[in-house]
Each structure stands twice: as C-alpha cells, then as structure tokens.
C-alpha cells in the first residue's frame, strides 16, 4: 500500500484488483447495482457515524472496518459507473476550491454562500 501523500491512486490498483477477484469469487456482481452499492454505502456510512453516536472516543478497530466498508462500497460502485476515483475527488476539490477561496474560508467552517 502506498503511504499517506505519495503519488497513485485514491484506490489502489491492488485493492481494485482484490476486491475485484472477492466478488467474483462468490459471484456477488449481479447484486451490485448502482442503487445497490449507494445504498450500502448509504448504510455503512450511518454505522460509521453511529462509532461517534455518544462520544467522539470512538473504538478505533470498529471505525477502521466501518470506514473500510465506505470505501469499499464506493470503490466498487465508481468502478461499476467505469468512474476514475481520482478524477472524481480532483474535480470536486477544483470546485471546491472556487467556492471556498482561502482568504475567505480559511479558519471557518461556514457555507460558500455565507462567507
């Protein structure tokens, strides 16, 4: 795995690859609608909020595997819209970075249509 900055990927070609091989493996494709994979990750994603439900000292193993199943789930769904992960968060954070420009944004946690 690549470390933390380096230059690759958002997911790696590995990681494609395995869960590629996993859900042929048990030929789990035909479920893997495109409704199918945003409501799981809709899902996953409540269960990793629900790690910080009563406190913000989360059980870390428990956030990992919540947080590996958010990905997972929206690496496989880029990958049944033929999307590029990396191309995606690039050209949401060039928008981003147009609506939030840092001398207005920085240090706040405002909306763009607030600054």
Known sequence: ??????V?????????DELAEFVRERDWSQFHTPANLAKSISIEAGELLECFQWSD??????????L???VTYCTLLAERLGLDLD???LAKLATTREKYPVDKARGR?????AL
């Open 1 to 6: 795995m690549e470390a933390a900055g380096s």
């Open 8 to 16: 690759g990927h958002v997911t790696s070609d590995r990681v494609r």
């Open 57 to 66: 000292d989360a059980d870390d193993a428990r956030v990992r595997e919540e």
């Open 68 to 70: 590996a199943d958010v």
């Open 87 to 89: 191309e995606l968060v």
């Open 109 to 113: 946690s405002a909306k763009y249509d």
